[in-house]
């Protein structure tokens, strides 16, 4: 969940920059994935490398959605992610989410989500994954996503 205000302002940020990427840790490594924004208010994520080969035939792995129906009423936003391919599990998927929302209302995260749409060439990548890496292990920077709700629980 974020609230209303968050919400607002975030869908604004994904319309300008709809893209990004996103670091999922194992071991001593880690796979990227890159997302898409769609209005109204979904984003999809599919493995980079299949992106780069091919934009249209990268396969969804994860999508999440933003559902602004009670922002102005009760400052709520609910927030719908599913995973479609279980090479990842629930607790990435959460972090993944929590941490792409992260990027995009937090104003000093966004920065670098402007850099990568509009100058990618000031997109430090190298600073980013070590930023996100220490996020990950902490369990992600605070909670974006009321993690005690889970959709179809």
């Known amino acids: 969940m974020l609230g209303g205000d968050e919400a607002k302002a ?17 071991d001593d490594g880690h796979f990227m ?3 898409q924004y769609f209005e109204p208010s979904h984003f999809i994520m599919a493995y980079l490398e299949d992106y780069k080969m091919d934009p249209a035939a990268a396969q969804p792995l994860l999508s999440f959605s933003i559902f602004e129906d009670y922002a ?4 709520l ?11 990842i599990d629930e607790g990435e998927g959460m972090k993944v989410v929590t941490a792409m929302l992260s990027n995009y209302k937090n104003d ?3 920065v670098n989500v402007r850099a990568f749409n509009s ?3 000031s997109f430090n990548l190298d600073d980013y ?9 902490a ?13 179809g629980r």
Do not use: C, M
């Not at 102005?72 to 400052?75: C, E, G, P, Q, R």
């Not at 994954?129 to 292990?137: G, T, Y």
């Open 129 to 137: 994954i070590a930023k996100q890496k220490s996020k990950w292990e």
């Open 72 to 75: 102005d009423d009760k400052d």
């Open 33 to 35: 994935l890159v997302s």
């Open 119 to 121: 100058k990618p060439d």
């Open 139 to 151: 369990g992600n920077d605070e909670n974006t996503i009321d993690n005690s709700v889970h959709a």
């Open 108 to 110: 000093d995260e966004y």
């Open 10 to 26: 975030l869908i604004p940020r994904a319309v300008i920059s709809p893209f990004y990427v996103q670091p999922i840790f194992r």
């Open 77 to 87: 936003t609910l927030v719908r992610a599913d995973i479609l391919n279980r090479g």
